[in-house]
């Protein structure tokens, strides 16, 4: 039986790499020369198989026209640098509560506000279920008062303060790029690396939270794991699977 559930928006996550030698005589930009292309899962899929690398089983429900939503990025292939990114198609369905039929020992929130759950979803989820982690790019609410964890960056986490109450700040656990995370007041330091891509970093971090507090039930253990898989990620280009360098 599947032990976690991942429930959220996907998308096709698309990289062409190009170089680039000259500026176009019109206006000052650059001439892309396409090299090659590669794509994967993202989003909620994303983190489901980042899950999966850990040896993890884990189900998702997600849009069935992810495919057709795309996330293409222009990147430099020699320095990684992202010209731009274009973004098209649209979320085409809704999610369905039924969907949920199977028991799992913990349910991932997995949300890019890209309108397949919204906020009604989520707190209906939480209140079916004891084990429930938030990763959300919504603004923080009541809505989410029934989750385990919530997981944003600190970027939402200012554009939220607003509407957290001290029960929801206890559930916080807000991620800073190579500050770490804090959680109750307490840093979670991250090591130094050089940082190749930061791609995807947020789904492996949501990965290896789950999946150690899967086997612990300790949340500080499962920071600072979440932390090491983050930081691995980042080191190589493009977006990976954890499992693939642990």
Not at 223 to 239: D, K, L, P, W, Y
Request: with cysteine.
């Amino acid at each position: 039986m599947s032990r976690i559930l991942v429930i959220g928006d996907s998308c096709r996550d698309v990289f062409v790499y190009c170089d680039s030698d000259r500026l176009c005589p019109d206006i000052p930009v650059p001439v892309l020369n396409i090299l090659d292309q590669r794509e994967n899962p993202g989003m909620a899929k994303n983190v489901q198989r980042n899950i999966s690398s850990l040896k993890v089983s884990c189900d998702v429900i997600t849009n069935k026209n992810w495919h057709n939503y795309t996330k293409t990025r222009y990147v430099h292939r020699k320095s990684n640098h992202m010209f731009f990114r274009v973004d098209s198609g649209c979320i085409s369905s809704k999610f369905d509560i039924s969907e949920i039929k199977n028991h799992y020992d913990i349910v991932v929130i997995s949300d890019y506000n890209k309108g397949y759950i919204s906020e009604s979803d989520i707190e209906q989820i939480c209140g079916m279920h004891e084990n429930v982690f938030i990763d959300t790019k919504k603004t923080i609410g009541s809505w989410c008062s029934l989750a385990k964890f919530i997981k944003i960056n600190n970027h939402e986490y200012e554009r939220s303060k607003k509407f957290i109450t001290k029960d929801l700040e206890n559930k916080l656990i807000v991620t800073s790029g190579d500050c770490g995370c804090t959680y109750n007041g307490i840093n979670y330091p991250v090591r130094k690396v050089e940082v190749m891509d930061v791609s995807g970093a947020g789904d492996t971090f949501i990965a290896g939270l789950v999946v150690k507090y899967l086997h612990t039930k300790d949340i500080s253990k499962s920071i600072m794991f979440a932390n090491e898989c983050a930081s691995e990620i980042v080191r190589h280009v493009g977006v990976n699977c954890i499992g693939d360098f642990l």
